[in-house]
């Protein structure tokens, strides 16, 4: 979610070890000491004997792994013996039969249900550098030998956590032939400073993630640029257009401003509940006093908020509103919105219009929107994206119609709650073949390409 504001199940996964899992029977064991170092042994990337690669990464919890393939799928991994790891499906605790023998510390072979992978050898130098006097901890990752290969500085979302421990395109990027930057967020990890949803700020600290990629990279930097997720769709963008780069990428970010965001999530949240247009148009009055609530700094717009909850909050259609800001406001008492809001809003420009940056950007861009977001939907987006297309902006797009937030794919809970399941078929080879300047195909899974002027960047 590109603001954070209420738990959602989304959120949850975002913020990293994911407290359903640590709650099930699944995470709840106590692994000897061992495990956790025998995990931390296994992160990296495999090649496989057929040709395609494996990532190992960190878990929901330090004695868990978690396993990933370049079409999407995914497991969560838990010891069962001797090196010998069982996968529940996605986010889920549910077996899928995936069995994975890792390799002892110092060795470079592991099986994945049988079949025989090698470590890849991939360079990684941990650095700092430092951005508007706050120094930040990255990490350049670059896969085997000398030649030059593209460089992309992975931008942060909302997300509270350190990027270094988490972000799995580091390796995925790296094992198919691209250079990665990470860093953590200013505020989070190993980086100093204040964490902030400033924009400009965030910005900023990408320039410089930038340039100190292009310094360690030297002789084997080819072509530079971002992929910034979520908030990052509104930061790398602002980065770019500040100081260009070769290219841009967006995931499941927005083209619109996040109170609008609220507004079209509070549309989407009407529509899936089958709400007539004139109720949904009573809905807009949330949105209409979270504005005025934010725009205040969180001191007026409370009696406007109560009005709207007077007149409505009776109605069937009511328990359904949900949105992004909304949500939070309609969930907290004004107490408590009173003197958390203004903390957990610092420094995010509510009514920040990317399009002015996006009307003047040259820089190769591609969207990729998640058909089924609740927390960024992507219609004005798009509507957007489609506009700036016909006035020759170099910008592609694509939207793969089942994901949700995060570009996750999923299933219903006997609640009626999503739980992440795999991230699409297409995501990941869409954005390599991008970063790699190949020819675009016309469709990637289940996404086709939306194409700009330009089918790949210069």
């Known amino acids: ?65 978690r396993w990933r393939l370049p079409d ?50 991939l360079v990684q130098t941990d650095t700092r550098f430092v951005s508007g006097g706050v120094t930040l901890a990255g990490r350049l990752t670059l896969p085997p030998g000398n030649g030059q290969v593209p460089i992309v500085v992975l931008v942060h979302g909302a997300e509270h956590d350190a990027a270094l421990p988490t972000y799995s395109l580091q390796r995925e990027f790296a094992a198919a032939g691209i250079g990665v ?20 700020t965030l910005a900023n600290d990408a320039i410089h993630a930038a340039r100190q990629a292009r310094r360690l990279a030297g002789a084997r930097a080819g072509r530079l640029g971002y992929q910034g997720g979520s908030q990052g769709g509104w930061v790398a963008p602002l980065a770019a257009r500040i100081e260009p780069v070769d290219f841009v990428i967006v995931s499941f970010g927005l083209a619109v401003s996040p109170l609008d965001e609220d507004r ?36 007026d ?28 406001l309609l969930a907290t008492p004004e107490a408590t919105v009173r003197v958390d809001g203004p903390r957990l809003l610092e420094g995010v420009p509510a009514d920040y219009d990317p399009l002015p940056v996006l009307e003047h950007l040259d820089v190769p861009q591609l969207w990729l929107l998640a058909g089924q977001d609740r927390d960024a939907p992507p219609g004005q987006t798009l509507q957007r994206l489609a506009r700036l297309q016909r006035d020759g902006r170099p910008i592609q797009t694509a939207v793969f119609p089942d994901a949700d937030h995060g570009m996750y794919n999923f299933e219903r809970d006997a609640a009626g709650e999503r739980v992440s399941t795999r991230q699409p078929d297409g995501y990941l080879r869409l954005m390599q073949d991008f970063i790699l300047a190949r020819p675009l195909a016309a469709s990637y899974g289940a996404a086709k390409l939306a194409a700009g002027p330009r089918s790949t960047p210069p």
């Open 264 to 299: 079209e999530a509070i549309a989407y949240d009407m529509a899936r509940a089958g709400v007539s247009a004139d109720d949904t148009a009573k809905a807009m009055e949330v949105a209409d006093a979270s504005a005025a609530i934010v725009g205040s700094g969180f001191t």
């Open 1 to 65: 979610m590109p603001i954070h504001l209420h738990p959602t199940r989304t959120a949850l996964r975002r913020s990293a070890l994911w407290a359903l899992l640590a709650s099930s029977a699944l995470a709840s064991a106590a692994p000897a000491p061992d495990v956790a170092t025998a995990a931390q042994c296994a992160v990296g990337s495999y090649r496989m004997a057929d040709g395609g690669s494996l990532d190992i990464g960190p878990g929901a919890t330090a004695e868990q792994l």
């Open 72 to 121: 999407g799928r995914t497991g969560q991994l838990q010891a069962r013996g001797h090196r010998r790891w069982a996968s529940t499906l996605g986010w889920t605790d549910r077996a899928d039969g995936h069995t994975v023998q890792l390799p002892a510390c110092g060795s470079t072979t592991i099986r994945f249900d049988g079949q025989r992978g090698q470590r890849i050898a």
């Open 181 to 200: 930057f990470a860093y953590d967020k200013r505020g989070t990890g190993d980086s100093g400073g204040r964490y902030t949803q400033n924009y400009l």
């Open 301 to 328: 717009g409370f009696t406007q908020m109560a009005a709207v909850k007077a007149r409505y909050g009776h109605l069937p259609w009511f328990k359904a509103v949900r949105g992004n800001i909304s949500g939070y």
